[in-house]
């Protein structure tokens, strides 16, 4: 009996070793998707987003975005999305369609999306950071299918987006250029809270329609990514928020929360950018095994 009772308490020990040996490793990854990132830490901040240096390409497309991204354009676009689907197909066959695209709202980089893509990804997990961050920063610009899906330009796809249906923020890029948006000088959207409620949430607010919003909507309910991977998808491109603070009187205690992701995943987005080619037939084993651990095989488009 004796050595029943020292082969149960040793193997209580094990046990419970074993449990804080786990409990630790879960500290340690719960910490690490937002430890300062490592891999920009001899790049020069200063270079990037230089609209004010911007070329003419760069700046037409902010002024026909601000002009043209109305409550009703939104409400529109939102109605289109529910209404249809636009495609099948995998999220590796997602990014070779992609390819041909390059974002006339970035004055960063001239290189296709699928090299940004995976710029982004191998930034994330040279860090070290989790596999779901990896295929989140891999994805994060799918949205911009919208392009080959009947969008009416690329300034109802890609750019920094803001909230509609309130005043427009001092805080967007090139501000003065709202001045010929309808909504500019509308008795309600001209308000501070325009159509929301103090605190009312970023669920509950309309970003201007682009590939942000987009794919948030694609993959929220068909996908395995946690919430803070959907939070950098959907306000990657959220800067007046994320970067600048503004629309605090809009959020509630769960954006103040996700915040802190956003601002974890920008680095990844904005300073992996170069002109440095990519070699995508050597990455595409590795990426295509996490894709198919965080999304089915087809999704709807």
């Known amino acids: 009996m004796a050595s029943i009772a020292t082969t149960s308490s040793t193997v209580g ?3 419970e070793v074993i449990g804080d040996a ?16 490592e891999f920009d830490k001899e790049k020069d901040r200063e ?13 037409n ?6 002009e043209k991204q109305t409550v009703a354009f939104n409400i529109k676009a939102r109605v289109d999305f529910k209404s249809r689907k636009r495609g099948r197909m995998g999220v590796w066959d997602a990014m070779l369609l992609l390819n041909t695209l390059v974002d006339e709202s970035d004055p960063d ?16 997990r040279r860090d070290g950071k989790p596999e779901w961050m990896q295929v989140t920063g891999l994805v994060h610009d799918l949205g911009k299918l919208l392009l080959l899906y009947g969008s009416e330009g690329q300034w109802d796809v890609v750019g920094d987006t803001f909230v509609v249906g309130c005043k427009f923020s001092d805080k967007i890029i090139y501000p003065d250029t709202f001045k010929a948006n309808p909504d500019y000088d509308d008795s309600v959207y001209s308000t501070e809270y325009g159509i929301y409620k103090p605190n009312c949430g970023l669920d509950n607010v309309m970003l201007s329609w682009g590939h942000d919003e987009y794919l948030y909507n ?3 309910d068909q996908s395995y990514l946690p919430e803070e ?5 959907r306000y990657h491109s959220f800067y007046p928020w994320h970067r600048e603070g503004a629309y605090r009187h809009l959020c509630n ?12 995943f920008n680095p990844y987005d904005l300073y992996s950018k170069s002109d440095e080619r990519i070699d995508v037939e050597k990455l595409a084993p590795y990426y295509q095994g996490l894709i198919a651990k965080f999304f089915p095989p087809i999704l709807d488009w």
Do not use: P
């Open 22 to 37: 786990i409990d630790e490793v879960n500290s340690i990854r719960g910490r690490l998707w937002d430890d300062e990132s």
């Open 13 to 15: 020990h094990d046990l």
């Open 109 to 124: 980089t001239s290189l296709s999306q699928i090299e940004h893509l995976l710029q982004t990804a191998e930034a994330i």
């Open 253 to 264: 205690e769960k954006d103040r929360r996700i915040l802190s992701a956003v601002q974890a």
């Open 218 to 220: 694609v993959f929220k």
């Open 229 to 233: 991977g959907l939070a950098m998808i």
């Open 47 to 59: 270079t990037f987003r230089d609209y004010e240096s911007a070329c003419d390409r760069v700046k």
């Open 61 to 66: 497309f902010y002024k026909e975005q601000h």
